[in-house]
Structure formats: C-alpha cells, structure tokens
C-alpha cells in the first residue's frame, strides 16, 4: 500500500500527542462544539454493518421477544372492577328526624373491620381466595405454601381484611354512593361488591333502628315487671279476700246465717245505676305546667340543632367551591356536618319525657272524666291496652269490684294497672315509631345500578402490553448485533478510537482510489 501524503507522512519522528492537538481542535472548530456529522455517520455505518452481518440472530431474537410477549399477555394476573351505586333521597315526611347527609360516614362503615369480616365470610372468601387464583397467582401460591406452610384461619383473615381496604373503593358524589371492588376474577369482584353494599345497608340500619329496638325492649321490660308486680297484688287481694269471708262465715254460722247467701251478696259486683260523674284530677294542672317547660326547651334543642345543621352545610358548600369533592377539607367538613345531623342523646331523651308526659296527661284526662281517680278503681278500658296477650285478665278488675278489699291494696292494684296501660301506650308509641323509621330506611336508599360480573378486566391492557412488547422485541433484535460487534474488540471505525482513548501516533488520509484498492 503506497504510503499517504502529507506533512506527517514525511516527519522523520514518531508522531506525539501534542502533534496531533492541532488537528483535533481543528475538527472540533469545524464541528462548532454541536454535532459531528462525521462521527454520527461513522455511527451509523457501523451499526448498519453490524445489523447487515447478523441478520438470522435478529429474526431470532425478534421472534422469541414477540413469542414471551404473547406469553406475558396470556398469563399475567388481570384485575377485574365490577361496581355499584346508590343515591340516597330525603323524605320529609318520614325522615322528620333525620339530618340532610344520609351517605356521613359511609367510607369509614363500608371499610370498617367488622363490616369487611362479615363480607369475607358472607362471600366465604377464605376458600375461594385459592380456588379461583390461576396461572402464576397459583404458581406464587403453591411455592409460598411450600416454603412457609398454610396460613391460619385468624393469620388469613387479617391478610384478606387488609387487602380489601386496598382492594374495595368508596367514592361519595353529593347523594350518590359507588362502591367499586376489584379482585383477580370477575365473579368474586361482583360477589364482593355486592356484599360490602349489603353490608352498609345493614350498618346503616342497625344505627338508625336500634335506637327504637332498644327503646321497645326497655319498655317492654318495665311492663313485664309490672304485670309481675299486678299478679302478686292480686294474688294478695285473693287470699285477704278469701280470709274476710271464711270469717264472715264463721261469724255468720254462730249467729244462725245461711253462710252462703252472705258470701253471694258480699261477692256481688258493685254497680251504679247512675252515670259517673267527672272529677277532677288535682295532678294535670302541674302536669301540664311541665310538659310546656319541657316543650320550650325541646324546641330551643331542635333551634339549636337545626341552626347547626345550617351552619355546617354553608361552611360545606363554601368548601365544595373552592376544593374537590376529595379533598381533605371537604371530606372532614361532611364527616362534621353528620355528627351535627345525628340525634344526640339528650335530645332523644327530651322527646321520650315529652312524649310519655303527654300520654299521661291524656290518661289522667280520660280518667276524670269518667269519674275515677288515680287512687281509684280501674276498668280494662282505663288500661289502654289492645285485647291480645298484654292484655290483663278480666279477673283482675272484676277482683277490684269486691267490697271487702283491703284499701291500700286496692289503691296500689289501681295505680299499678294506670301504669302498666301507660306503659303500653308508650310500647305502642315506640313500634308507631319503629315502623316509620324502617319505612323511611326503605325509602330513603334506592340501587340505581346493581353489581353486573365483568366480562373483560381493566388491568392489565392487553394492546399496550402486546404493543410494547412487540416494540421491544424489535429493539432488542437490532441493538444486540451492534452490542455483540462492539464487545469483539475490534476497531473498525474512526469513533472507536476516540471512544477507548487509544494514544494515537499517526493518521493516515488515503486517497479514495487507494482506500478501495485496500
């Protein structure tokens, strides 16, 4: 090869770096320190010949990439979101006494421990868990069982617990309530969130009942006592009765009497052939000074509450404008103005004194108009009880009717069957209550889309995973014959050199005739 031309050609020395400086900087001046064209083709061509000389391993490798893709996409874990919303209405008319957020608090409900325990088991979650798991969830499944053994019931329970917190979504929209559930097959997702929306359901309607539950049962358990306490006071005016006339008997025997006819007259109903007359009951003038002190008070409650029901659903829509629904703020002001909207204690308790104080009153009333007192005899009417099983026997009153009885036990049976038909007014009255409040529950949350079982999962995407694989593929195919061509250590192109820092003794710039006959 006939050697090139140039100053270099003909230096009698080897070549040294501070030589070749000038030349470098003369190409990076006439690269103007952006982009060398040279040195990009120099790229290019080298990557071109690479590619040209491994044509049979790109086919390879794009087809095993295209196949693992294919692969990937059949059995990577897919997730499956099945969903359900109510909207919650306020009836007026029934929902008297209920505040304007029925959904306050619904996230927490639907989230809670005891709620999402109750949809594992409803959904009998602990045995499907592993029968419905497939490819590689299965795979991971059978590896970790045989590594670290089987969970137990409470160790799986407390595992599903926290996964549905992650798994279950609760979004909350003015009056409307979705629940979104996702799971890794369609027919548990559905399962699921149709069982967390059951569960709110009942939730909701233990919280909204029970308070009248729990009033009937304590009522009912007051007049179970004292129809006890009535069937041992006549149980004793029995016996007092029953020793008076043996010793009438007796007297009546020593005096010559037909002991019968004595005990027939004495046993002998009284009955007045004239009508009663009204008295009047010294009790209902203070009665009802007290029933309007407790009404004044109970309506500056209801003022007071309604006041604040007012003030936070201002500060709530005030929040609603300037934030999201999701934001922090939001959230914690919905949560206050359910708190605000829950009957609180004192005042249910205010209602249950004004109620029964009324229902007295009108007792005592109807009592003195029919010329009897509170100290007085009693008949089944002035008991107020519907005929069935609360209902006391009529023995009971015919029993009152006796001349002969003892006076202080006649007047406490009186007060105690005034009491008792108090009481079951009252019962009456809380199962009046109970049905409205079950009527408005009823009404008050409507299922405007049911749970439908997905038919395609929304994770992953299959043409995205199936589109990046390809692109993959495609990638890798053509960059690994480049990478195998740079790691053979030989220096082919003119970056090369540059790109290992190899010291450079001469440059050699051939003629193009001489460079094809090399």
């Known amino acids: 090869m006939p050697r090139a031309k140039g100053p270099r050609s003909t230096s ?19 690269g103007g320190g952006g982009l060398n064209v040279e040195v990009l083709r120099s790229y290019l061509a080298f990557a071109k010949q690479a590619i040209a000389k491994s ?20 059995y990577l874990p897919r997730t499956y979101q099945s969903t359900t919303v109510m909207v919650a209405s306020y009836n007026g008319v029934l929902d008297s006494d209920r505040g304007p957020q029925p959904l306050a608090g619904a996230e927490n409900q639907i989230l809670s421990q005891q709620n999402l325990e109750a949809v594992i088991k409803e959904t009998n979650l602990k045995k499907k868990y592993y029968e419905r798991r497939k490819g590689l969830l299965a795979l991971k499944d059978k590896l970790v069982q045989a590594v670290v053994g089987p969970m137990s019931d ?17 979004t909350i929209e003015k009056e409307a ?30 919280a909204e009942v029970s308070a009248f539950q729990e009033k009937m049962s304590i009522l009912d358990a007051h007049a179970a006592t004292l129809r006890d306490e009535i069937e ?11 020793a008076k006339r043996a010793e009438r008997a007796a007297e009546a025997a020593k005096s010559g009497v037909d002991p019968k006819r004595l005990v027939a007259g004495a046993a ?41 029901i007012r ?58 108009k029919t010329g009897k007192t509170a100290g007085g005899g009693v008949t089944a009417s002035d008991v107020g009880a519907a005929p069935g099983a609360d209902t006391l026997p009529i023995e009971i009153f015919s029993l009152l009717d006796q001349k002969e ?23 009456r009255g809380a199962k009046l209550a109970l049905d409205t409040a079950q009527a408005a529950f009823n009404h008050r949350y409507q299922i405007v889309s049911p749970v439908e079982v997905p038919t395609k999962p929304i994770k992953p995407k299959l043409p995205v995973v199936i589109g990046a694989g390809f692109v993959l593929s495609l990638l890798l195919a053509f960059a690994l014959p480049v990478l195998l061509e740079v790691r053979r250590d030989l220096v082919v192109e003119r970056w090369q050199v540059h790109h290992f820092r190899l010291p450079v003794l001469a440059e050699l710039r051939l003629p193009a005739s001489t460079k094809e006959q090399a």
Request: aromatic residues 2%.
């Open 232 to 242: 041992q006071l006549a149980k004793q005016l029995k016996e007092d009765l029953a």
């Open 405 to 427: 009885l003892d006076p202080a036990l006649s007047a406490q049976m009186s007060g105690a069957i005034i009491r008792y038909g108090s009481l079951r007014d009252d019962v």
């Open 268 to 308: 002998a109903p009284r009955v007045s052939v004239r009508p009663s007359k009204p008295v009047t009951d010294e009790q209902i003038p203070a009665l009802r000074e007290r029933l309007a002190t407790l009404k004044q008070n109970l309506m500056q409650a209801e003022s007071a509450r309604s006041a604040r």
């Open 177 to 206: 309530l979705a629940i979104n559930a996702d799971w890794t097959d369609a027919q548990t997702s559905a399962e699921l969130a149709n069982a967390a929306r059951d569960g709110f359901l009942r939730l909701r309607n233990a």
């Open 12 to 30: 009698a020395k080897w070549p040294t770096m501070e030589d070749e400086a000038p030349e470098g900087t003369e190409e990076q001046q006439q």
């Open 311 to 368: 003030d936070e659903q201002a500060k709530l829509d005030e929040l609603k404008l300037r934030f999201t629904p999701n934001h922090p703020q939001v959230i914690t002001q919905e949560e206050r103005l359910g708190i605000a909207s829950q009957v609180s204690s004192e005042l249910s308790l205010a209602r249950s004194e004004v109620a029964d104080l009324e229902s007295q009153i009108r007792q005592r009333e109807s009592m003195a």
């Open 55 to 74: 044509k049979l391993l790109i086919a390879l490798v794009a087809l095993a990439g295209m196949a693992l893709t294919i692969a990937v996409a059949k």
């Open 154 to 170: 409470k160790l799986m329970m407390q595992v599903l617990v926290g996964t549905l917190q992650n798994r279950i979504k609760v």
